[in-house]
């Protein structure tokens, strides 16, 4: 099992930035590749970023690529988004996701454990 708890949400005007931070601990971090989802009303839960395992692989949504940066410290057992140059269209919750496997998924299927989400809202 792992655990994973989200923070650093919270409301910003268009153009500012927040970064995501996800603690994670149960089964070894360092073995799991993870992930960033979101999820705005009404909508389905969509994929915006994941990173592998040794963090050597990351992959973006089209519309998150060149605003939002995923990383991870093995060592801190954390996950981060930096989100940059936010838009209205970037409102959601923002969910962590780990996955039993070392290499990336893009898809909500691929990962295996959750956390609760955090609130991120961009005004206009």
């Known amino acids: 099992q792992v655990q994973l708890v989200e923070s650093g949400g919270g409301l910003v005007q268009a153009g500012g930035s927040l970064r995501l931070f996800c603690a994670a601990s149960?089964?070894?971090?360092?073995?799991?590749?993870m992930g960033w989802f979101r999820q705005a009303p009404g909508k389905e839960r969509e994929f915006v970023a994941a990173i592998s395992w040794l963090g050597g692989t990351t992959d973006y949504a089209d519309s998150v690529k060149g605003r939002f940066t995923i990383s991870r410290d093995n060592a801190k057992n954390t996950l981060y988004l930096q989100m940059n140059s936010l838009k209205p269209e970037d409102t959601a919750v923002y969910y962590c996701?780990?996955?039993?496997?070392?290499?990336?998924?893009?898809?909500?299927?691929?990962?295996?454990?959750w956390g609760q989400g955090t609130q991120v809202t961009v005004s206009s």
């Open positions: 149960g089964r070894t971090f360092r073995n799991n590749a």
């Open positions: 996701a780990a996955r039993a496997d070392k290499r990336i998924a893009v898809v909500p299927a691929g990962f295996d454990y």
